[in-house]
């Protein structure tokens, strides 16, 4: 046999941005050795006539970090097509980490990327197969993976690792800017995919403080940056906050001559003057300074209850909600009240116009066990049927259900109209799926069947070559993962076989399938034909096809080799 594996009679669209072409598109030892043309015969030939032949998916803002330990397939990427992750997003990974903080990172997982603490404990324990980030990415080798991963270190991490509890309270020595800066060095040099950090007002971690990074200065964080300057290779992602935006980004950039990327979502600011930025930004990129956006394609919705309230958690008078580690502590807060009334004056304040968290129209009562009859209806109605106010009705709810009561809220990139013209910047990439966080509030880890689905089919907003490109070779070249995103000959065969008339992202439903049996939601897909990784299929049908007992075909994506 020439090949292994044929696809035949496909239209193949290689992330380039072209329009399709119908051809083969050949494999043999996991790489593809022939695209378009493929004289010769296959141990398998799958026929792809009315399917698209597309690179697998990249998906660059995941965290993944540590359900990669427990589920090799890092569900649900894969089922919408998505073959490499880069995880480490925001500062958060789980190494380097000392014995002795293990809690306190799992702690800082639960708070500021919603996972739950139960899943953490029963899925990584207290007994880790590493601690540094060198034996962090071994320890992923070893397991073996699904798909592809990269990983960038992350600053919460190693400010943790190096100043201990100090890393919540103050600014860092220079003594520690070097231990820190040597860290990052380690990570690089063993093939880290670059560098994260956070000063996001929203990243409030345990005990209701703000996590390490947001103590950090300027100058540390371009003496950290600078090392991947040194390197010559990859990317500074980085959440948003006072004191690092657009002047900052520029500055870090010029200094190291890496890309920056950065989640911006339509809602953020006032429009004018986001259409400013990214005016700014095509200037900088002009001048050989990479400011890279990442855009998301749906809209920023969550589920929450009170006992996690993460869309409120960055208000002052909550603090005393994120210190209250216990249920019956954090009730107590809400039946207080003094913490009732300071509450009720945000409600009925002029910033409930602007924080869409605090405008009772805008709430959903998405479960509610208690009284299951008042569910899908707005709390703004609810209170007003009942005469009451809307916080004493969320409150004496989430009370009653011992804050298992769940609310939903779309916090912004609602206006498609917006959202389109985003996704339709020249370069545009797609990111900020939050695939593996926020699991029991969110699920975006289908947008690229969204993408398909929504944007290009139904909406008419894009071209399906710009789709492909945005969410396979785009992301892929800015992260610096050689190879990947592409179809072409010599490359990885990670391919993604779909029917564009019919995929798309499913709703969204409630699991019970995390370690512990703690719940997440999921989406489903339609139209996802075939998954391959490394010319090997993952997926088909819908279904799994690898034994999760046996070697995996994903690889550690070290140096983004």
Request: hydrophobic content about 40%; proline content about 6%; overall charge negative.
């Amino acid at each position: 046999m020439d090949y292994d594996v044929k696809i035949d009679g496909g239209l193949i669209l290689d992330g380039s941005g072209r329009a399709a072409v119908r051809g083969a598109v050949a494999i043999k030892n996991g790489r593809m050795v022939a695209v378009g043309g493929a004289p010769g015969t296959a141990r398998r030939t799958i026929d792809a006539a009315g399917l698209i032949v597309a690179p697998g998916f990249v998906d660059i803002h995941t965290h993944y970090d540590a359900q990669v330990m427990w589920d090799r397939m890092l569900t649900v990427s894969p089922w919408h097509g998505v073959t490499t992750v880069v995880m480490g997003n925001c500062g958060f990974g789980v190494a380097p980490t000392r014995p002795e903080h293990r809690g306190q990172i799992m702690r800082t997982l639960e708070k500021v990327e919603g996972m739950s603490l139960a899943a953490l404990e029963a899925g990584l324990g207290y007994e880790w197969p590493f601690q540094t980030f060198p034996q962090y990415l071994d320890a992923i080798e070893r397991r073996g993976v699904g798909i592809n991963v990269a990983a960038l270190i992350g600053h919460t991490a190693i400010r943790m690792y190096v100043m201990g509890e100090d890393a919540y309270e103050r600014a860092a020595t220079e003594d520690e800017i070097r231990s820190m800066q040597a860290l990052v060095r380690e990570a690089m040099a063993v093939g880290a995919a670059g560098f994260a950090t956070s000063k996001g007002f929203a990243h409030i971690g345990y005990m209701g403080r703000p996590v390490p990074s947001r103590l950090a200065t300027i100058e540390e964080i371009t003496a950290l940056t600078s090392v991947l300057g040194e390197s010559g290779r990859g990317t500074v992602e980085v959440a948003t906050g006072q004191g690092l935006s657009y002047d900052e980004y520029e500055q870090i950039a010029r200094g190291n001559g890496r890309p920056i990327s950065f989640s911006f979502l339509a809602g953020r600011e006032e429009w004018t003057r986001m259409l400013g930025h990214l005016e700014r930004m095509r200037k900088l990129d002009g001048e050989g300074v990479s400011l890279v956006p990442q855009f998301s394609a749906r809209p920023l919705a969550m589920e929450f209850n009170f006992r996690e309230p993460f869309p409120l958690e960055n208000i002052r008078i909550f603090k005393p909600v994120s210190e209250a580690l216990e249920v019956e502590g954090k009730m107590r807060v809400y039946a207080d009240p003094q913490f009732r009334r300071a509450y009720k004056e945000l409600v009925d304040g002029p910033k409930a116009a602007i924080n869409r968290a605090l405008d009772p129209d805008r709430i959903w009562i998405s479960s509610c066990p208690t009284e299951p009859q008042i569910e899908q209806r707005t709390v703004a109605e609810v209170s007003r049927e009942r005469r009451m106010h809307p916080v004493d009705l969320m409150l004496d709810l989430s009370i009653a259900s011992r804050l298992t009561a769940l609310f939903s809220i779309t916090i912004m990139n609602d206006d498609e109209d917006k959202v389109a013209q985003l996704l339709n910047q020249p370069d545009a990439m797609l990111g900020l799926t939050d695939a593996g966080a926020h699991a029991s509030q969110l699920c975006d880890a289908c947008a690229y069947t969204y993408v398909l689905g929504h944007w290009v089919r139904e909406k008419g907003a894009l071209t399906l070559p710009q789709a492909v490109r945005m969410m396979s070779a785009r992301p892929a070249e800015v992260y610096g993962l050689r190879d990947r995103g592409r179809i072409a000959v010599g490359a990885p065969a990670d391919l993604v076989l779909f029917d564009p008339q019919t995929v798309g992202a499913g709703p969204l439903r409630r699991v019970n399938d995390l370690p512990g049996g703690a719940d997440r939601l999921i989406s489903e897909p339609s139209g996802i034909e075939m998954v391959m990784v490394g010319g090997v299929v993952i997926r088909e049908q819908r279904r799994d096809t690898i034994d999760p007992e046996r070697p995996m075909p994903g690889r550690v994506l070290r140096g983004g080799a």
